[in-house]
């Protein structure tokens, strides 16, 4: 089996999970979307309204602003994963807990295992926080590279605080010149993708 085919089952095996409260409110369940043939993974922390209401991430105003930054470095979905730390919408888009975060971990894990990416780009403090180590500073810390288990992972301002804060614009178009620098050396075929 494939890495497509691989996905689309573990997508089918998650779409009824039940494993947290989360579960109760959402419309859909927001699995991921890209290429899971790619060596990048994007992940972010969890739905929004829009994504929700689609079961697609990153399609509100964020994931449009997302869309825009990574077409300055060449990549559309076709050349990398994107996923996020749950799959259901947290009320009123709170950060989720860490029991939700815990109860959606192996799913992650299996889109990981199945993609076995190169590069991960964690988007925003939570999703740096639970990828990179727990005590992770986004402000002080956005843009730089360390290997985790053999993956080069960064993490970059979440799209949503770039909409709340334009100040932070720069900064991120730094952290994007760097992570096509990052493709380039590690695994720029993702770039034929």
């Known amino acids: 089996m494939n890495q497509t085919e691989q996905m689309q089952q573990l997508k089918a095996q998650c779409m009824g999970c039940q494993g947290c409260a989360l579960a109760d409110t959402r419309t859909n369940l927001v699995f991921g979307d890209g290429n899971p043939c790619s060596p990048i993974l994007f992940v ?3 739905p929004g309204e829009q994504e929700d209401l689609q ?3 990153f399609v509100g105003r964020a994931g ?3 869309d825009q930054m990574l077409d300055i470095i060449g990549l559309n979905r076709n050349r990398y994963y994107i996923a996020n730390i749950v799959k259901c919408r947290p009320p009123r888009n709170r950060d989720p807990l860490h029991t939700e975060q815990d109860a ?3 799913w992650l894990a299996e889109q990981m295992r199945i993609i ?3 590069i991960m780009i964690c988007l925003g403090r939570i999703a740096a926080c639970r990828m990179i180590r727990e005590d992770y ?3 002080r810390q956005h843009g730089q590279w360390e290997q985790i288990n053999g993956v080069w992972v960064t993490a970059i ?3 949503s605080a770039l909409l709340r804060d334009e100040t932070k614009r720069p900064d991120t178009f730094d952290d994007l010149k760097s992570i096509k620098a990052k493709i380039m050396e590690v695994c720029p075929e993702a770039y034929q993708l």
């Open 55 to 57: 079961g697609v991430p």
């Open 116 to 118: 076995q990416p190169k």
């Open 137 to 139: 500073k986004i402000t």
């Open 44 to 46: 972010g922390e969890g």
């Open 64 to 66: 449009q602003l997302l």
């Open 157 to 159: 301002y979440h799209p």
């Open 104 to 106: 959606c971990a192996n």
